[in-house]
C-alpha cells in the first residue's frame, strides 16, 4: 500500500493503520516523518527502509557483478546493525533470490490479495480497497490493445495511485516497453522529456491539461511524437480536450478514460477509434455496467442520465475492515451520474450534486 511521501504526519499514520505494514520503503524527504510517526505506533526503525539515488547504481552494480560479488561489495553500504537502524536498498539487495510464486488455481488468485490502495477518501478518510492478483491481470487484460506504434511512455503520476499504477507495474515488464519517470510534474521538464526520449503514450490528469493549454511557450513543435494521450483523475470540459488536441500530430488522439480504485479502467477511447472530446469513452471488455434512475429503476434509453453501477473481473475484493464495497450481486456502486450516447458514455454529476425540482432532476455543477 503506497502513500505520499509528502503526506502530513496524521495522513501518514492514517495510512499505516490501514495498512499495519512490516516494512515501509520511503524517499529521502520523507524519512523523518515516517521514522516518527511509524515509532508512534511501535515499529522499529530495522522495519524502514531508505530508496534515495543510490540505489540506481546499487541495482547495476548487482546486474553486472552478480549476486556473490555484490553481497562483498556492499559492505560499505550496509546499516550499522540492530534494531536502531534504518535499513537501505543496499541491504535489501543483499538478501538474495527466490523463485517466483504462481497461483494454478483461480479461485487461489481472486481470493488471495495482490496490493491495497487508498480510496480518493471522498465521504471521509480514505480507505484501503484490497486488490486481488487476479483483479490486476484483468485490469491489464482490458486496457491492453494493439498500437500501429512503438509505445514508449512518460509517467509523472503517483504510482502509489491506480491511475498511475496501472500503466507502470505491468506494461514495461511484459512487454518490455520503455518507461520514463518523472517524478514530480514541471511542464517544461515534460516538454523536454517528451523530445529527448520521442515518447508515444502519455497519461496525464486534467490541470496537466490546463498547464498545456495555457503554456505561453510554443510546445507543439516538441510534442509531435505523441500518438495517445489518455486523461482521467478529475471531470475535463470537451472544449479543454479539444484544445489540447490541436497541440499534438495530426495522428495523435487525447482522449478521457474513466475508472476508479475500486474498478480500475472501465471505460477507454482507445487510439483510432472515432470519439468525442467530451465523452469518457466506451465499455472495455471484462466489464458490465448499468445506470439506475433515482426512482430505482434501470435507465435503458440514450441520453437519460443515471448513476453508474459496474460489475466485473477488475473489482475490488472489498475495503479492508469493512463489508459494505459490493452488494450482494456483486455491482459496485459509483456515485456518478452518467448517460450513453451511440455507444459513448459521458459523465455528468456526483448523485451528491443532484436534486429535483418541480420533478424535473437539476444537476447543480451546471
Excluded at 450481486?329 to 459521458?346: E, I, K
Aim: proline letters at 5%; a negative charge; aromatic letters at 12%.
Amino acid at each position: 500500500m503506497g502513500s505520499n511521501a509528502r503526506s502530513q504526519p496524521q495522513e501518514l499514520d492514517h495510512i499505516l493503520e490501514l495498512g499495519n505494514p512490516k516494512l515501509i520503503i520511503t524517499t529521502r524527504d520523507a524519512l523523518p516523518t515516517v521514522l516518527s510517526v511509524s515509532a508512534d505506533r511501535g515499529m522499529l526503525p530495522s522495519q524502514v527502509c531508505l530508496v534515495d539515488e543510490a540505489a540506481t547504481s546499487h541495482v547495476a552494480q548487482l546486474l553486472l557483478s552478480g549476486p556473490l560479488a555484490y553481497a562483498a561489495a556492499i559492505s560499505p553500504y550496509l546499516p550499522h546493525g540492530g534494531d536502531n537502524y534504518y535499513l537501505n536498498f543496499a541491504h535489501l539487495l543483499g538478501y538474495g533470490e527466490t523463485g517466483w510464486l504462481f497461483f494454478q488455481d483461480e479461485a487461489i488468485a481472486k481470493s488471495t490479495p495482490a496490493a491495497m490502495f487508498s480510496t480518493s477518501g471522498t465521504g471521509g478518510l480514505p480507505k484501503a480497497a484490497i486488490l486481488s492478483h487476479h483483479a490486476i491481470v484483468s485490469h491489464h487484460l482490458s486496457i491492453y490493445y494493439d498500437v500501429p506504434y512503438e509505445a514508449s511512455r512518460l509517467m509523472s503520476l503517483p504510482m502509489f495511485h491506480l491511475f498511475g499504477a496501472l500503466w507502470t507495474h505491468i506494461f514495461p515488464i511484459r512487454y518490455g516497453q520503455p518507461l520514463y519517470i518523472l517524478p514530480r510534474f514541471d511542464i517544461a521538464q515534460y516538454v523536454a522529456a517528451v523530445y529527448q526520449y520521442q515518447i508515444t503514450e502519455a497519461y496525464m490528469v486534467p490541470a496537466m491539461i490546463h498547464a498545456f493549454n495555457r503554456c505561453a511557450f510554443p510546445v507543439a513543435d516538441y510534442l509531435q511524437s505523441l500518438r495517445y494521450v489518455g486523461v482521467a483523475g478529475a471531470p475535463i470540459d470537451g472544449a479543454s480536450m479539444q484544445q489540447f488536441q490541436e497541440l499534438l500530430h495530426v495522428d495523435a488522439n487525447a482522449s478521457q478514460l474513466w475508472g476508479m480504485t475500486e474498478v480500475g479502467v472501465v471505460f477507454q477511447n482507445r487510439y483510432g477509434q472515432p470519439g468525442n472530446s467530451g465523452s469518457i469513452g466506451r465499455l472495455v471488455p471484462g466489464y458490465e455496467i448499468r445506470l439506475v434512475g433515482q426512482d430505482g429503476n434501470l435507465v435503458l434509453d440514450d441520453n437519460k442520465p443515471g448513476e453508474l453501477f459496474v460489475r466485473g473481473n477488475g473489482l475490488l475484493t472489498g475495503y479492508k475492515g469493512r463489508d459494505d464495497a459490493k452488494d450482494a450481486q456483486g455491482w459496485f456502486r459509483t456515485g456518478d451520474v452518467a448517460y450513453v450516447n451511440n455507444g459513448l458514455y459521458y459523465i455528468v454529476g456526483r448523485t451528491k450534486e443532484l436534486i429535483k425540482v418541480r420533478g424535473y432532476v437539476i444537476l447543480l455543477s451546471l
